[in-house]
């Protein structure tokens, strides 16, 4: 079975950035959208950057932000990758020419495979669980049969945890799998307990 890589989102504390890189993840998403209960200011995600061993890509998620401010925090806190996922076109992402990927909701009646076409330059497709006025992080699993074929590596979220990752991996094998909600002990507060079974449940099917 393939190698299938974790990112461990909504970090807000250096302790919870060090637990999931020492558990074996691969990455950690930084949010910087300010209406969510997981948004980091750009001093504290700059200490988690700083903090953060070798070989941990960074990620800066982003909802529908000004493009100038992406750059400031992409350059001050020194991010890796950005993460759209708002309205963002495939022209604003392309224009702005910084490493990305682009999350898009699983929402009925969208060809979510022709709208994944046009981010041309895109380093993978998240897909996430769609729940109207909400544009991330519902902790809702959504159905995993929809899923279509992508020409981009496929990046699997939306509700998954330590009881369900196996299951995912073995029905969609995704390229890489985010967690945010499945190992919190409070919404921004990660718990060590449950990144550790879900980055073991994970490896177990590796």
């Not at 953060?52 to 990758?81: C, E, H, R, W």
């Not at 981009?152 to 990752?165: D, E, M, R, V, Y």
């Amino acid at each position: 079975m393939k190698w299938v890589r974790s990112k461990i989102c909504g970090i807000t504390r250096i302790e919870d950035g060090l637990c999931a890189a020492h558990m074996g993840a691969d990455a950690i998403g930084l949010v910087f959208y300010e209406k969510s209960p997981r948004y980091v200011g750009l001093d504290q995600a700059r200490s988690i950057v700083q903090a953060m061993p070798a070989f941990v890509s960074i990620v800066g998620l982003f909802v529908n932000a000004q493009a100038a401010q992406i750059k400031q925090t992409f350059d001050y806190v020194g991010l890796d990758l950005i993460q759209y996922h708002g309205d963002e076109t495939a022209s604003f992402c392309e224009a702005l020419a910084l490493p990305y990927i682009r999350a898009l909701r699983m929402q009925p009646d969208v060809d979510i495979a022709q709208v994944a076409k046009t981010y041309v330059n895109a380093r993978g497709i998240l897909l996430d669980s769609y729940v109207p006025g909400l544009p991330g992080g519902t902790g809702e699993v959504f159905n995993w049969s929809l899923i279509p074929s992508l020409d981009k590596p496929l990046i699997l979220a939306g509700g998954l945890s330590s009881t369900n990752i196996a299951q995912a991996v073995a029905q969609v094998q995704p390229w890489a799998v985010d967690v945010s909600g499945g190992v919190e002990q409070a919404k921004g507060i990660k718990s060590a307990e449950k990144i550790t079974d879900f980055m073991q449940a994970l490896r177990a099917n590796r």
